[in-house]
């Protein structure tokens, strides 16, 4: 035993020295799970995470410094105590993936405390010894530049450690100080209260008066019905064709027949008068209706099987038409819709909900008000990794691997402009979809998730046919896409949901999938010749890129809670 202990400890230090920390800070955080309970991170506020900033990048400078005198510090810049902790840290992701998280501020559902995993002790003690790692190889890059190594390779590792780190730490620190607040805002009245995640009534130093909410709609659809079973199906005998729509109508009856005619007023439904034709000469003409809070749903029954109905319309964007008070006594009139928030001073104000009784001709608009004073920082950093992302096209200084690397790069960026215009040009954008995808981060977004897939999945081709260095190739843009796509993603999420993160399941796989590419890379740079090793953990990677992409829409952790897992 003290032989094996001794071995375990004698320089240079590998994966298992990693991993024998990685368990005393597993033991360390249960030991604080189960005597002080979760985390509560709404008492990170000002001046309390301030304070820990200074601490924490204090201390990693201080480790620099020692690392020269204890190999402690030097070690924990390098790739084999990296791996470990990235391995533990996609272990808790996982669980977290899988497992329906509780909202902040409520315990856990479970005995241990996963089901609550920000607020877990062992996770948050490893993501702090990660970022400690992190800022340690900043610091190491910086060095190995001044002392001559190649500028583009410290930009490269430099900006995206160092991005990673500004976007972690500062998301952390400042989750303390970020509101999220939910204002029912009632027509032609001025409205400065909001309620907070506990219910609590908070004064705002801002007032919003409501003058319309409005819905814009996509035109009516028509549907067959089969009345023994309720579902949509296909009339095959039957010739079906619209003679006139009304958006705006409302119901009147005249002997004894259902007719629309056009009216504006309040409670208005849609209607549209359609006919249809049989093959052996019967036909059917009348009105159908979506109906609202004020008329009925209409219906036009075909024969004994078959009846014609309108689905309730789509909503293609819904809108607030307000007046902003500041406490400088300015005002500020604009029109606040999802997918285009309202920023007055500190305050990000969101379209979120109506009364959805009354759809169209709801009288409240419900917004969701939010404040993040730490996000500036975040975006730097997030800024930082996009930067280091686009030097990823850029492959190692070899003369071979180069020029195929750049000839792979440029291939891949012409794919991304091909498939962006050829999607924009049949209108693959401008199709029915629901109001929280429609934003300009849409296209974006998924066509490079698109190509970054593909090139993952050539990746993962390339080493099962052992053609290690074309996967090398592949790796580095394919992970350089999935990191653009990430980040659109955050940029897409503020701008619709008041936050660019909140561990949405779908969120979660997407960290562990990119965690996981990571990893990759570290696990080449100690253990270049472990081909094995490689291909195995490109196959795990491409299963997580998989649960990323379309697994979480069969999760228990992500049914009715994910707002991913939505039907355009």
Not at 139 to 158: E, N, Q
Not at 473 to 499: N, Y
Not at 511 to 525: D, G, V
Request: hydrophobic share 50%; proline share 4%.
């Amino acid at each position: 035993m003290d032989n094996t202990m001794a071995g375990m400890w004698t320089k240079p230090w590998k994966y298992k020295e990693g991993a024998a920390i990685c368990f005393a800070i597993l033991c360390v955080g249960l030991l604080l799970q189960f005597t002080v309970g979760p985390i509560d991170w709404g008492q990170l506020e000002r001046p309390l995470n301030w304070i820990l900033l200074i601490v924490f990048s204090a201390l990693i400078i201080l480790g620099h410094v020692l690392s020269s005198q204890y190999y402690l510090f030097e070690w924990l810049g390098k790739s084999t105590a990296a791996v470990p902790t990235m391995i533990t840290a996609v272990a808790f992701m996982t669980v977290m993936g899988v497992t329906r998280q509780v909202p902040a501020g409520m315990p856990p559902t479970d005995a241990v405390g996963v089901t609550r995993m920000l607020g877990f002790w062992p996770f948050v003690l490893i993501q702090v010894y990660a970022m400690y790692q992190v800022g340690l190889a900043v610091m190491t890059t910086m060095s190995r530049w001044r002392m001559g190594a190649p500028l583009w390779r410290a930009l490269l590792f430099g900006s995206f450690h160092l991005g990673l780190w500004i976007a972690l730490v500062c998301a952390t620190l400042g989750s303390g100080e970020m509101r999220r607040l939910r204002m029912t805002a009632q027509k032609n009245n001025v409205e400065w209260r909001a309620v907070d995640e506990q219910r609590r009534i908070v004064g705002l130093p801002i007032s919003v008066e409501l003058h319309k909410f409005g819905i814009e709609e996509y035109p009516p659809e028509i549907v067959v019905i089969d009345k023994n079973t309720g579902e949509i199906c296909e009339a095959v005998d039957w010739e079906i064709a619209a003679f006139d729509t009304l958006d705006f109508a409302s119901r009147v009856k005249e002997d004894s027949v259902v007719k629309y005619v056009p009216d504006n007023s309040y409670g208005a439904t849609s209607a549209v008068l359609v006919g249809a034709r049989k093959k052996d000469g019967q036909k059917r003409v009348g009105w159908i209706s979506c109906g609202n809070f004020k008329y009925p749903f209409q219906t036009l029954s075909l024969d004994d099987h078959l009846i014609m109905a309108m689905p309730q319309r789509a909503h293609k964007q819904y809108y607030s038409i307000v007046d902003v008070y500041a406490q400088d006594e300015r005002s500020i009139h604009d029109t606040i819709k999802v997918n285009h928030p309202l920023v007055v001073d500190e305050w990000w104000i969101y379209q979120l909900s109506y009364d959805t009784v009354k759809g169209r001709w709801s009288d409240i608009s419900v917004l969701e008000i939010v404040r993040d004073p730490w996000l500036p920082a975040v975006y730097v950093g997030f800024a930082m990794m996009l930067f280091a992302a686009m030097l990823l096209f850029v492959p190692k200084n070899n003369v071979g691997i180069w020029r195929s690397g750049i000839s792979v790069s440029v291939i891949i960026i012409v794919t991304f402009i091909f498939l962006y215009c050829t999607l924009l040009s049949m209108g693959y954008f401008e199709r029915r979809m629901m109001p929280a995808l429609r934003s300009v981060w849409f296209a974006p977004h998924v066509v490079v998730y698109m190509v970054g897939y593909s090139c993952l999945a050539l990746t993962t081709v390339a080493a099962l046919l052992r053609r290690y260095a074309l996967a090398d190739i592949l790796v580095r843009p394919g992970l350089a896409l999935l990191t653009v796509g990430m980040l659109f993603g955050a940029f897409w999420a503020k701008e619709a949901w008041g936050t660019y993160w909140s561990w949405d399941p779908k969120e979660t796989w997407a960290a562990i999938t990119w965690t996981l590419y990571i990893l990759y890379f570290h696990l080449r740079a100690s253990r270049p010749k472990s081909y094995g090793l490689m291909k195995v953990l490109l196959v795990i990677a491409f299963v997580s890129l998989q649960m990323c992409w379309w697994g979480i829409n069969y999760l228990p952790s992500a049914l009715a809670t994910s707002v991913h897992t939505y039907n355009t």
